[in-house]
Every structure is written in structure tokens, then in C-alpha cells.
């Protein structure tokens, strides 16, 4: 077969003089987005989600700066789903790939890898738990998977809590404790999977419940769950932090520590997914679960780690660690590239205290956005912490979710240069969540693109 006639590849593609993300004359633009769209879409799946009417590729970044493949320049408030941590082109982390691809890419877990060996030790020094190991993956699905492993061998129980409202994947498992049909498409599961209240729910006409109605609520519905659903011997409660895709849902702090100490009393594990919360993004701590007084069992990680290198995993106690019974391997889990890039993002990221700089330029766009919420009808709520902050969007009656409204400030707010996700049950929630480097000029200027955008979405009718 002549693949010459099927095939067009890139390199045949005209090129054309454009601008990169530092403003470097480069030739860019293999093709319009128009065609690569008519591309992806005879031969990628269907149900592989795009944002836009007319999706964008992205063809070079710098700091937090992104620029598509027709030339437009961007300020990402994204981040590729909060995985480019850093920024774009930082030289240390870039240097450090370059470096080791030169020295050598692969050689699986069969081997000692140096650069693994020195990540693990610093992921478990950071990770708060004592004594904790750590098994590296290549996306946070497969970490999640791992740690659903760990945790029902420990516990010789195939039962699982998930809290309701939550993602954790796209693999058997993990939709089977995805709490959002949107994102879970099979039913086929191999645990079995109870769901409970996750302490956060955008408020009905009597107003938010305060944090201890809100921590006593969650707290009976799980005592409910457990003494109504299951079989007592449950393996594990996973929970986020702060919900990511569920709209960046924030509940009280100190609800998942009076969670666990139910969990405590049926010798339940706990997980904490912090796939979205990890590395400092939610500026007062390092992980989101120390908003809650407790220490997990177990933690998995993933998206901010190698700044967009596949690297993920799980943390977690020793013993729970060591659990498993059988041999298993990780071909890719930290091989020599990804853990030597990641190292260097963790040095970027500790050096730089971007934590600190994620709490300060989090408030600095809270600050802006807050007074939307009682200015403007479509603005239901903006709640946040750190670098993580979500805009629910809502009816004329101010309760219900207006999913079109959230797509219109996407559209809007990129034709202005700004990058913003969305989620919520719904999809009628902004999530906001720029690399931790963001600057107080960008901030400044994100938000404000943002409240404008808004306003205008505001006098539509979408109806
Ligand atoms: C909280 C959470 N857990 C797990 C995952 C799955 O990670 P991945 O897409 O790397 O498989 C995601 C992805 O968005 C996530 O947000």
C-alpha cells in the first residue's frame, strides 16, 4: 500500500515566518488549525474532549506565554491541566532533559536508576508520612490504579469509598471512582464503590451551611455509608483535596481529618489523590491534604511534577508500599529522562519558593474576582485557594448551572489572549490555574481579561 497518498506528513507542510513565545522570529504554522482539526478527527476518537469551536494548537511557550500555530500569543491561566508547574522554557529543567536524552533515555526498573532513586527520596522527605516509599507511573490514572492495588491488597478488600463529585482517571478503576457520569463511561469496575458526600456543594437559596453544619454533615453521610453499604472491611476512602475536575470545589478545612477519624475506627485506609493539589498550587501548604489535620495513608501525584514530562506515582507508607505480594515492574514509571527532568522542576520549583508566590498571586486574583460575585448575575461564586481558583457560573436564578456560559467566557477570553479551563459537574465552572511562576503583572492582567469577559457574558442571552 502507498501510504503517500494517505499520509501527509508535517515536513511536507509549508512553513511560514512567525513569532515565537519569546518573541523569536521561527517558522511556524505547519498547517491552519482548521485543517489539523479535519487530521484529528479522522483518526483520533471522538470522545477525546477539544476546548473551542475552533481548537488551537500550541506551538511554543515561555514563561507563561503560549503561542498557537496561526501566531497568536497567549497568557495560559491553564497550563496544559495544571502539569506545566514552572512555566514554559524554564533553561533548568530544559537543560536537564536536554542533558540526560544526551547521556541516556531508558533502561526500565530492572536496572538502579540514579535519578529515580534521588526523586523517590526526595518525594518521600516531602511527603509528610513516615517511613514512606514511592512506586513511580506515568500518568496520575495509573498511579491511582496503583494505589487501589496497594490499598485492597493490604486490606484484602475489594471496597472502596469515593466521594461524590470526584475524578480520578480514565482506566477501569478510576472511572469506577469517577463520581461524575460525564467522566465515566463504563460501569464495569473491579471494586466496589460507594460514594459519599464530598463537603462542598454550590449553596441553594439558604446560603452556604458554616464549615462545622457543612464537617457533621459529611461526617454521618460516611457513618451512613458505611453501616448501610458496605460490608465494614472497606480498603480505602480516595478523596481530592480540592475536586479539580469536579470545578475546583473547596470544602472546609478540617473536614477529610474528622473523615478520617471515622475511617480510623473501621481500620479503613486513606488516599489522598493530589494529582491537581500537589507541589504548593493551593499556597498555604505544600499538599492539600494539610488543610485537613491529618496524614494520609497513602498519596498520589502526578500533572505539575515533571512540568509535562510523563512522570506520576503514588507515596505512601512503607509497609502499604511493600504490600504486594507478586513481582511487578515499571517499564517507564521514572525512567532516567522523566525523573532527571523532574528533579530539576522540584529544585525550580523548592528554589524559587513558588508556593509562597502561588498564595500571593492566588489572593492577588481572588481580590479582583471576588466583588464579581455580587456584581454580577452570572457569577454564582469564585472560591479558591492558591493558584486554584473556580468561577461557578450560573442561571437568571442564580442557582442554576449555565454551561453556556462557561464555553462563551472561553471563547471570549481567548479571542482576548487568555487561556482558561472549565469543569463542574455541569461544566459550568472557569478553573483558573496558571504555572506557579505566574508574575503579579500577568496576574493582574489575566484577571482583568477575566472580569471584562465576564461582564460581557453577563449582558448575553444565552439562552
Ligand atoms: C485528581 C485527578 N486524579 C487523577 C487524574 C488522572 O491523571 P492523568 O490524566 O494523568 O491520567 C486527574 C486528571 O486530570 C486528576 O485531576
Not at 506551538?59 to 503561542?67: A, K, Q
Not at 542533558?99 to 536496572?111: N, P
Not at 470545589?249 to 493530589?274: N, R
Request: with cysteine; net charge negative.
Amino acid at each position: 500500500m502507498n501510504l503517500q497518498h494517505t499520509v501527509r506528513w508535517t515536513s511536507d507542510c509549508v512553513a511560514r515566518p512567525g513569532t515565537d513565545a519569546r518573541g523569536r522570529r521561527t517558522p511556524i504554522a505547519v498547517t491552519s488549525h482548521a485543517d489539523l482539526l479535519d487530521r484529528h478527527r479522522r483518526v483520533m476518537p471522538s470522545w477525546l474532549a477539544l476546548y473551542y469551536d475552533e481548537p488551537i494548537e500550541i506551538v511554543s511557550g515561555s514563561g507563561r506565554h503560549v503561542v498557537d500555530g496561526e501566531g497568536n500569543r497567549y497568557l495560559d491561566f491553564f497550563g496544559g491541566i495544571l502539569t506545566t508547574m514552572t512555566g514554559y522554557d524554564v533553561p533548568e529543567v530544559v537543560d536537564a532533559i536536554r542533558t540526560q536524552a544526551g547521556r541516556l533515555i531508558h533502561t526500565s526498573t530492572l536496572y538502579l536508576i540514579r535519578p529515580m532513586i534521588e526523586l523517590a527520596e526526595r518525594i518521600a522527605a516531602l511527603s509528610g508520612i513516615p517511613g514512606a516509599k514511592v512506586f513511580f507511573t506515568t500518568s496520575g490514572t495509573e498511579a491511582n490504579e496503583a494505589a487501589l492495588l496497594l490499598a485492597s491488597t493490604a486490606r484484602r478488600s475489594n471496597q472502596v469509598l469515593a466521594l461524590r463529585n470526584s475524578y480520578h482517571g480514565r482506566s477501569f478503576a478510576t472511572v469506577g471512582i469517577t463520581g461524575n457520569r460525564g467522566w465515566s463511561a463504563s460501569s464495569l469496575t473491579p471494586f466496589t464503590v460507594h460514594y459519599v458526600d464530598a463537603g462542598h456543594r454550590f449553596p441553594g437559596p439558604a446560603g452556604r451551611p458554616d464549615a462545622a453544619t457543612a464537617i457533621a454533615a459529611a461526617v454521618d453521610d460516611l457513618r451512613d455509608v458505611i453501616v448501610t453499604a458496605t460490608a465494614g472491611d472497606v480498603a480505602c476512602l480516595i478523596a481530592e483535596p480540592i475536586q479539580g475536575v469536579g470545578g475546583f470545589t473547596v470544602p472546609p478545612d478540617g473536614l477529610f481529618g474528622a473523615v478520617k477519624e471515622v475511617l480510623d475506627e473501621h481500620g479503613i485506609l486513606y488516599v489522598s489523590d493530589e494529582v491537581q493539589t500537589g507541589w504548593g498550587r493551593t499556597g498555604e501548604h505544600f499538599w492539600g491534604y494539610e488543610a485537613h489535620g491529618l496524614t494520609p495513608d497513602l498519596l498520589t501525584f502526578a500533572k505539575g511534577l515533571g512540568n509535562g514530562l510523563a512522570v506520576a506515582g503514588v507515596v505512601g507508607r512503607g509497609e502499604l508500599v511493600d504490600a504486594l505480594t507478586a513481582n511487578s515492574i515499571s517499564t517507564f514509571g521514572g525512567n532516567p529522562l522523566v525523573a532527571a527532568g523532574a528533579l530539576a522542576n522540584l529544585r525550580y520549583l523548592l528554589d524559587h519558593d513558588l508556593q509562597a508566590n502561588a498564595l500571593a498571586q492566588g489572593r492577588r486574583i481572588l481580590d479582583r474576582l471576588h466583588p464579581l460575585a455580587g456584581k454580577l448575575g452570572v457569577v454564582g461564586e469564585v472560591r479558591g485557594k492558591g493558584l486554584m481558583i473556580g468561577v461557578e457560573l450560573v442561571g437568571p436564578d442564580g442557582r442554576s448551572p449555565a454551561p453556556a456560559a462557561a464555553g462563551r467566557v472561553l471563547e471570549l477570553a481567548r479571542r482576548r489572549g487568555l487561556l482558561v479551563g472549565k469543569g463542574g459537574l455541569f461544566g459550568n465552572c472557569l478553573r483558573i490555574a496558571p504555572p506557579l511562576s505566574l508574575t503579579a503583572v500577568e496576574a493582574d492582567e489575566g484577571a482583568g481579561i477575566l472580569g471584562d469577559v465576564l461582564a460581557d457574558v453577563d449582558g448575553e442571552d444565552l439562552g
